[in-house]
């Protein structure tokens, strides 16, 4: 929204700027879709696809993770062991009611503490922030060394596995053809979009990420937001570490450590104020599917693995340019003229 | 004409056009300048007063111009860095100095990464940084980090760096917009040394009674027209803002007496040690009171105590009647105290953010529905009628609220604070950097909101201002209220000589 109030003024249709954003973005989607699509017949099969489907829910969890701590004017670096912890957590009550013969009841125990433990970690970083005053990256880069090393200390760097048969309803099963971390991953995307963009509590989190000392001289708890919003954060690591659980049937310190700076990434595709204040869930969902779209297709055209990581690199890099104000001047200049 | 004649003009442009798009900027202006000259560029925000000072130096290129002229040459071509070479500079408002380097690094700057940096002999820079500063008559450390002074002390080091290049014209753009008076009046004179010194200074400011005291001419500039060009000798501040403006600016002395009008707030021996000590006053339902002196008197600290945002060491408050002691603001607004702050920029406004956020998120808790959700129409609703009401000037409410002129900024924080239906509104300091009609616009809506019964504590160092606004005025000086004056019973100049005596 910032962005665009820099160009100049145009009279007559005026589209909202997140619109914009969105369809743009949408723009883009749509044509890596017809590229790939081309480029190999087995892109857009319903296999394809449903793979997609399994393997974005993981990432796009983390990345919801990452975005509001984001758009208060921080950052959560401890999103990933944030979610192996919890992951941890209700590994370890399976254990006691039995491995792979505990009974539903278990399960629930352990999806219980694993939130708990989630909100804690989120909890304990928020209040730091927000009434000790030190910097996010630093008090979450903390909690993430403390983190792993605990960790690592409990499990002795080894695996946790062998759970119960219908946990992999949670990370393999299909619900009239949606796959279930998908549907998990929409609801959870669709309870962030409403509370950041409908509840007082999300317009307090905007508000605190422009500007603190502004939000709180006009009336709002910007310390109270940040504790808050820095433990939501914690819940969602925690549904994703749950669901880490169920999709590999095991649980490793360390898993998915790759993803953190790709949350970071996804969430700057998707038009997210890196300074805080600016930034909306639907984006960041599109630009989501968008990375997925670049490595499953990638993957499918016979592409190594790590050259889709560097693709993703360059595309970043690429859209950075591309939204420049000054590149949008000189396009406006050069193109806009006498409209 | 001959030469000598025209030796005696620092500056001389006529018949200056200048348009962005389809905005006519400047149309047709003629602007002079004479050598030594103390003269005034006046104008409300965006009546082209800016692109004149960049037409001169060459940042913006007149699609039309009879003649420029710097120092009796004719100048075809201009770029800033041959306008520095020429001999004018232009302090612009945020100073461009640099933080992190000391005073005498600033003042050589231009020497150090000019176009042509010369060999950078240290001592020898600093030896020059320091005589230029004698020759201002000022006391400032030389290897002091800029970030370590104050900001009129930077305003020096910046005119300094002016001097430095062998400025002979120097444009001041609302130089004294953050300086209290006592600083106002230093800088004031450093003014004067340069104008006897044949420095010509071109002053920018919205503050006309500076204006009047400084400059002996002024050229007044409307939407992109030249006015006129006046002998300040003779000038009124009520005649220039009409000039300015284009309409009447009233300005008398409209204190009311209120006999019995309830007490809306009391404080009693209120004090917060190295802040203030021993406040009482009362302000009525419908009142404007006045709190001025300089600054540093603690006008401000007491603002924040009566806000919550401090916590006072001694003394009562009463809100309504009943016993007041706010733990925080939200306890403050909750018990019907508005604040509309000092720093517009920073804490007044959330920059980055819409205008109808900013509206609004004082009162979230009204529009926030059973199911815990902002509701859209009610908040579209509430910002369509503050912005009706307060005749707020916008494109759309979704706009960035730094789209916005200081004026209309400002209506914007008073939106927010009357959507609260406050009992009390203090307002600290409310027309730094709003100009001369939009301060007009923003006093007519205080009046009628005082009309309609809200008491108003109104905290300025502006004596006009006080003096026209208040039905009563308290003086604070050294953290006490020294004395309390009615307008009506005290003259401008009395009060001025009371305050800065």
Known sequence: MSRSSRLP??????????????????????????????ASPRFLTGANLGSMGFQMPLLGLLTLAMLAPILSGGLNLAIVYTANISGLTLAWTLMQFGGAEAGIGAFMLGCVLALVVGALAGAAMGGVVAYVGAHPILVSLAMMIFLRGLGEFLTRGGDISGFPDYMRILGHGSLVGVPVPLIIFGIVAFG????????????????????????????????????????????????????????????????????LLITVLACFLGGVDPFGGHGRVAPV????????????????????????????GLFLIAVMVMRSSQLRHTFFFLFGKGK | MTTAEADRYALRLHKVSKAFGGVQALNRVDFEVRAGEVHCLAGENGCGKSTLIK???????????????????????????????????VIWQDLALFPHMTVAENIAFDDLVGLRPRSVRYREMVRRAGDVLDRLGVDISLGASLSDLAIAQRQVVAIARALMNNARLIFMDEPTASLTQTETDRLLDIVRKLSAD?????????????????????????????VGVYPTEGMTQGRLGELMTGHLIEDEVVARDLP?????????????????????????????????????????????????MRQPDAGQMALNGASYRPANIREAIRGGMAYVSEDRLSLGLLQKQSIEDNTVISVLRKLTTAAGLISDTQKSRLVSHWIRELGVKIGAASDAISTLSGGNQQKVVLAKWLATEPRLLILDSPTVGVDVGARAGIFRIVRSLAEKGLAILLISDEVTEIMHQSDRILHMAGGRIVEEYDPRAISVPQLEEKIYA
């Open chain 1, 9 to 38: 003024v145009q009279k007559g249709i005026r589209i909202r700027p997140a619109t914009g954003e969105n369809l743009s973005l949408l723009a883009l989607l749509a044509v890596l879709v017809v590229v790939f699509s081309i």
């Open chain 1, 192 to 259: 962030w979009h409403m509370l950041l963009r409908r509840s007082p509590h999300g317009f307090s989190v905007y508000m605190t990420g422009s500007n603190m000392k502004a939000a709180e001289y006009a009336g709002l708890n910007a310390k109270r937001t940040l504790v808050l919003i820095y433990t939501l954060s914690g819940v969602l690591c925690a549904i994703a570490g749950i669901l880490m659980a169920a999709r590999f049937n095991s649980v490793r310190v360390g898993h998915g450590e790759a993803m």
């Open chain 1, 285 to 312: 969902v599109i630009a989501l599917v968008i990375l997925q779209v670049l490595s499953s297709g990638l993957n499918l055209i016979g592409a190594n693995q790590h050259l889709s990581t560097a693709v993703w």
């Open chain 2, 55 to 89: 037409t001169v130096i060459g940042v913006h290129q007149p699609e039309e111009a009879e003649l420029i002229e710097l120092f009796g040459e004719k100048v075809d071509r201009i770029n800033p860095v041959k306008a520095r070479e020429l001999g004018v500079s």
């Open chain 2, 198 to 226: 044949g420095v010509a200074i071109v002053f920018v400011s919205h503050r006309l009674a500076e204006v009047l005291e400084i400059a002996e001419r002024v050229t007044v500039v409307r939407d992109g027209n030249l």
């Open chain 2, 260 to 308: 019995d009008a309830p007490t809306v707030f009391q404080a009693t021996g209120l004090t917060r040690r190295g802040e203030f000590s021993d406040i009482s006053f009362r302000i009525k339902a419908g009142e404007v009171l006045g709190l001025t002196g300089l600054i540093g008197a603690g006008r401000t600290e007491l603002a924040h105590v009566m806000m919550g």
